[in-house]
C-alpha cells in the first residue's frame, strides 16, 4: 500500500489542478457546433452591415426637397427587400419601399406608410401617395455600417460564445470561427453498495447519484459526458478496465474509494501509479487523489455526495474552465447572516442566494445528497476563520 503523498491547503490543491491544464488548442467549427465555447480568434466583420443605406420603415424613399405636407407624388419604383440597391426616384417623385430595402440612390427621406393614404398591407403599387405628414429630412434611413462597419471586432477573443454572440457572428457572415474545444469528460463513480437508479436496493445498498451530479455539472459547464458508474471496490477489476477509461476522454473523475479504509478501490487501483493521494485541509472532501495517467488528468474524489460536490466545484471546475479558455473567475459574496465554525480546514457551506447575498443552508452533513438541491452555491470559509459576520464577503462557488 503507497503512503499519503501530500496534505495541502485547498489553494495548493487548486494550484496542483492548475499545472495539469494542457497548452491551449484551436479548432474550427461550425456556428451550430460553437454554442458555449471560447472565442480564440477574435471575429471581425468583413462589411459593413447593414451594407448599404436602408429603409427603417415600410414607406415611400422620396427627396424631402419635394415634400409638401397633403401634397401627392407619383410612385415609379418598387424596392423590396432584397432588391439590389439602384437609382431612383426621380426629382419629384417617390419609390415604394419596404422595411431593410436599400434605399435608392436619389432618396434622402424614407415617409412611413402611416404618414401616406396607402393602407398597409400586400396591396398593388399604387400610381401615386398623398404625404400627409412631412418626416425630418433624412428620416428612417439607416445608415450604412450603422449597426458595425467593416474591419470592427464583433465579438472579442476569449468571449464565451452565448447566443447572442452567435448570432452577432452569423449576420456579419462567419459560417466557422476558431475556438478553444471544451475537454470530452468521463466521470466514474465507485462502490460496491451502489445500484443505478431504477434498480431495486438490498439492505445496505444505495443509488449512485454523485455520476449523475458530476455528469451534470459538467454538462452543465458545457462539455461532453461519459458517465459510467462501476459498482464493485474491486481494485484488480478496475486496474484492469484503466485503459478503456482513459480511451477517448480528456479527463477522468472518479468519486468514491479514495480515502483511507479497507475497501478504496480507486486508491488502491491507482495510488502508485501516477496518482498520488492526500489529505486537503477542507470540509467536506479531505481526501483527494490527483495526477495524470496516460497524459489523462485524473481526479479521485470522496464519495460522500456533498463531498463530492464541493470537490468538483472547488478542483475539477477550475481544470475545465482553464482547459476550456473560460479563465477562472473567482467569485464572492455577501454573507447574509453569522456563520460560526471551527477553524482549521476551509469550510464550505452549501447557501441559497437571497437579495444577493449567500445564506447558509440549515443542514450541511456530506451524506446529505437530496440537500443539495435548491441550493445557489457555496460559501467559502477560509480555514484560519471562526465565526464570520454577517455582511462580510466570502469565496463564493456557484452551482452552474
Ligand atoms: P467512499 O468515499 O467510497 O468511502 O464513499 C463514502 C460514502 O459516500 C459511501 O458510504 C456512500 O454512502 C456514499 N457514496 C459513495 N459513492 C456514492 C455515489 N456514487 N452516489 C451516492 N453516494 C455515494
Ligand atoms: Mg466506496
Known amino acids: 500500500m503507497e503512503h499519503l503523498a501530500w496534505q495541502r491547503t485547498v489553494e495548493q490543491h487548486r494550484e496542483a489542478v492548475l499545472c495539469m491544464v494542457p497548452p491551449p488548442a484551436v479548432v474550427r467549427r461550425a456556428l451550430d457546433e460553437a454554442l458555449g465555447l471560447v472565442l480564440a480568434v477574435g471575429a471581425t466583420a468583413p462589411a459593413d452591415l447593414p451594407g448599404t443605406r436602408a429603409s427603417a420603415m415600410d414607406g415611400f424613399a422620396v427627396r424631402h426637397a419635394d415634400l409638401v405636407q397633403g401634397g401627392t407624388l407619383p410612385v415609379t419604383l418598387d424596392v423590396p427587400a432584397g432588391a439590389r440597391p439602384g437609382e431612383g426616384p426621380g426629382p419629384g417623385s417617390a419609390a415604394r419601399i419596404m422595411t431593410g ?5 436619389g432618396a434622402d427621406t424614407v415617409v412611413a406608410v402611416e404618414y401616406t393614404d396607402i393602407p398597409r398591407g400586400p396591396v398593388p403599387l399604387p400610381h401615386q401617395v398623398r404625404i400627409h405628414r412631412v418626416p425630418p429630412l433624412g428620416d428612417a434611413i439607416r445608415a450604412a455600417g450603422s449597426d458595425v462597419a467593416a474591419g470592427s471586432v464583433v465579438v472579442a477573443a476569449g468571449s464565451v460564445l452565448d447566443a447572442t454572440a452567435i448570432s452577432a457572428l452569423a449576420a456579419t457572415g462567419h459560417a466557422e470561427v476558431s475556438v478553444r474545444p471544451a475537454p470530452r469528460v468521463r466521470v466514474v463513480s465507485t462502490g460496491a453498495e451502489l445500484r443505478s437508479p431504477g434498480q431495486p436496493l438490498a439492505a445496505g445498498q444505495l443509488h449512485d447519484s454523485n455520476s449523475f451530479l458530476m455528469a451534470a455539472l459538467a454538462r452543465s459547464l458545457g462539455h ?7 459498482q464493485h471496490d474491486d481494485a484488480e477489476a478496475l486496474t484492469a478496465e484503466l485503459p478503456r477509461l482513459l480511451h477517448g476522454t480528456d479527463i477522468l473523475v472518479f468519486s ?7 475497501f478504496e478501490v480507486v486508491r488502491q487501483a491507482l495510488g502508485g501509479r501516477g496518482i498520488g493521494f492526500g489529505h486537503v485541509a477542507m470540509q467536506p472532501g479531505k481526501p483527494q487523489g490527483l495526477g495524470v495517467l496516460d497524459g489523462v488528468p485524473v481526479f479521485c474524489l470522496p464519495g460522500n455526495p456533498v463531498a463530492c460536490a464541493v470537490s468538483f466545484l472547488a478542483f475539477v471546475r477550475p481544470w475545465l474552465d482553464a482547459a476550456a479558455g473560460r479563465g477562472g473567475q473567482q467569485h464572492r459574496v ?3 447572516q453569522e456563520l460560526g465554525g471551527k477553524p482549521g480546514r476551509t469550510r464550505f457551506v452549501g447557501a441559497v442566494l437571497r437579495e444577493g447575498r449567500g445564506v447558509p443552508a440549515a443542514a450541511r452533513q456530506s451524506h446529505q445528497v ?3 438541491a435548491g441550493l445557489d452555491g457555496f460559501l467559502v470559509v477560509p480555514a484560519e476563520r471562526e465565526s464570520v459576520a454577517a455582511g462580510e464577503e466570502l469565496g463564493w462557488l456557484p452551482l452552474p
Open 370 to 372: 437530496t440537500r443539495l
Open 334 to 336: 455577501q454573507l447574509g
Open 256 to 262: 468514491g474509494g479514495a480515502s483511507a479504509g479497507a
Open 224 to 230: 461532453q459526458v461519459d458517465r459510467v458508474s462501476l
Open 101 to 105: 430595402a436599400p434605399v435608392p440612390t
